[in-house]
């Protein structure tokens, strides 16, 4: 355990929440919510888990023109009520990964409750508004957190990552929530700032963040000015996105061709 | 991590019979059908999070109700003269994306398992699986048996339609058993404990198949029933096998007239398949480099075709 686990700092906490975010995430959600936070609150790294134990290490990973082993880092700043993590989603000893995670939460911060943030990966259209799905482990904590306008989902299936911590918090005693907002399938592969801001806007009430999330503004409006341009000059792309728009399923072929089309079109500057 | 036990029934003088799923899912199939059969109870099971992944969450109106996991249970039941034990797992544990057991949490459940026959004083613990071998699809597969030590060797070679490795043809007393139920014997062996694997025989063109082989599990059952000495109504398999075989027949017309498949490779198959029909199940043998491997890679490629529609979304 102690081979696993490496604190840098010691940052002075009370009873804080932990939010966390995986770097693998439709529309880049958790990533971006959770540099943002950090950015926000002036967070560093208090404390990593080391890869060994949870993921191929055949090699290193080349992202943005860098490379990199995979990180799981915990954040804290100057807020001594909240605390953040980031990580990459564990290759193997999965329960063990979780567990350390809560380990250091529970033991060492003393955290009272967890959030997670994922996007929900949905057959909508990005000019639609957004729901955020919620996933509890305890009826107490869905009861606090009703007004926040989070809907509840009801789902049997292979699990998330997000499930399984859930779960492992839940047989520690420790309540969490799990946070889903909807993501255009044809954002997955690329940002969704939409997502962001709803994702934000709710931490911003909930944590009173005062955070400012003009950038967010400006960042969907960049958006959709790009995938209106996109509309304007692919007749394809226009038809399907209008469908989505008045609610009605595309082939699976149509939505390959958007989820390709899109995603390319984001990519190219200007 | 280790065992729950629901309650800690007294037995006597029980033996152990494992099953988990392999090749033909022959000996999960004889063990689940054993316990099926004697209405054995359920009394205790391997924590599973420290070996599988779960792979089912039911929520419900937002609420995390249930995570389920690949279950490792353990049952009894009492004839009074020789108990029974018996342990059924729903998965092999790996540490890579594999059907059998590797590494250190297939070692670790090895001696869980022993844990729990030592404690109920199990005097044999018996694992059960497929040997894949050159027998037609049409004969009664035997059971090959392999102990743990050379002194179970005679007690073996009482049953009915159970071969020793040495008897088989080419093999010279050697070869290897995969996953857990070759690990489980060597575990036992390092802490002294008696174990016999019990394989039923199974063609080696079905190795890959995605069907049970219930003709192989019906031959391993028919051992255990002498090892409890008492009967065990076999007659049930009866329209599963008759299921099973109409299953490869299709398959193998199927793959005969699939013209992508060169013609050379499907006359090979055709050709070795009547050979072994001919031969009779005397004849068993392990598969050996006469079996091209261009076949089996051909055949395998069908079998995943057919296994493509039953997959779960993830």
Redesign the interface.
């Known amino acids: 355990m102690k081979d696993l686990i490496k604190f840098t700092l010691q940052p002075e906490l009370e009873k804080p929440s932990l939010i966390i975010g995986w770097r693998e995430d439709p529309g880049r959600l958790g990533p971006n919510v959770i540099n943002y936070l950090n950015k926000t609150m002036m967070n560093r790294s208090f404390c990593q888990i080391s890869p060994v134990d949870f993921f191929s290490l055949g090699g290193v990973e080349i992202k943005g023109n860098v490379a990199r082993l995979p990180e799981s880092r915990f954040y804290a700043g100057v807020r001594n009520d909240l605390i953040t993590f980031l990580s990459d989603f564990p290759h193997f000893n999965q329960y063990t990964f979780l567990n350390t995670i809560l380990d250091i939460a529970q033991d060492y911060c003393k955290v009272e409750e967890v959030y997670t943030v994922s996007g929900l990966v949905s057959p909508i259209a990005h000019t639609i508004p957004r729901r955020t799905f919620a996933v509890y482990n305890e009826p107490a904590l869905q009861e606090k957190l009703r007004g926040y306008g989070l809907r509840d989902i009801s789902y049997e299936g292979p699990p998330h990552l997000n499930s399984y911590l859930l779960w492992a918090a839940q047989k520690r005693g420790l309540r969490g929530v799990s946070l889903w907002p909807q993501i255009p399938f044809y954002l997955a592969a690329s940002e969704d700032p939409q997502a962001v801001r709803l994702t934000l806007s709710f931490l911003n009430r909930r944590f009173n963040l005062n955070a400012d999330l003009k950038e967010w503004n400006e960042n969907i409006k960049e958006q959709y000015v790009k995938i209106s341009r996109l509309r304007a000059r692919n007749p394809e792309v226009q038809t399907f996105i209008e469908r989505l728009e008045t609610g009605l399923s595309l082939t699976e072929a149509e939505e390959m061709k958007l989820a390709e089309e899109v995603p390319k079109f984001l990519r190219k500057k200007g | 991590m280790g065992i729950r036990l629901y309650r800690e029934p007294e037995l006597v003088n029980p033996v152990m019979f494992c099953g988990w799923p392999g090749i033909g899912n022959i000996g999960i199939l004889a063990v689940d059908t054993l316990r099926k059969m004697l209405f054995a109870e359920e009394f205790g099971e391997i924590e599973p999070?420290?070996f599988f992944?779960?792979?089912?969450?039911?929520?419900?109106?937002?609420?995390?109700e249930d995570?389920e996991f690949p279950k490792s249970t353990f049952f009894f039941y009492r004839t009074g003269k020789r108990d029974v034990v018996l342990f059924i797992g729903d998965e092999q544990p790996a540490?890579?994306e594999t059907v059998y057991a590797r590494g250190e949490k297939a070692y670790r459940m090895s001696h869980l398992v022993l844990d729990a026959s030592e404690k109920f004083g199990c005097r044999t613990i018996y694992t059960s699986g497929a040997a894949v071998t050159k027998i037609h699809h049409s004969f009664k597969p035997r059971v090959w048996a392999v102990p743990n030590t050379p002194e179970l060797i005679d007690t073996m070679k009482d049953y009915k339609n159970t071969i020793c490795v040495s008897e088989i043809e080419g093999s010279d007393g050697q070869g290897s058993i995969s996953g857990l139920n070759g690990l489980l014997l060597g575990v036992a062996r390092e802490r002294e404990m008696n174990a016999i694997c019990l394989m039923g025989e199974i063609p080696y063109y079905l190795h890959g198949a995605p069907w049970p082989y219930p003709k192989a599990s019906q031959a391993v059952l028919e051992v255990f029933s002498e090892i409890l000495e008492m009967t065990i109504d076999v007659s049930q398999f009866a329209e599963m096998i008759q299921q099973t075989e109409k299953n490869i027949e299709e398959f193998l017309e199927n793959f005969f007239q699939t013209e992508t498949i060169p013609l050379e490779v499907r006359s090979k198959l055709r050709d070795e398949i009547e050979k072994l029909k001919r031969s009779g199940p005397a004849k068993s043998e392990p598969t050996g480099e006469e079996v091209t491997e261009l076949i089996l890679e051909r055949i395998d490629e069908l079998f995943k075709k057919e296994r493509k529609g039953d997959e779960?979304?993830?």
């Open positions: 999070w420290d992944d779960p792979r089912k969450v039911v929520i419900t109106d937002g609420l995390l995570l540490e890579e779960r979304p993830h």
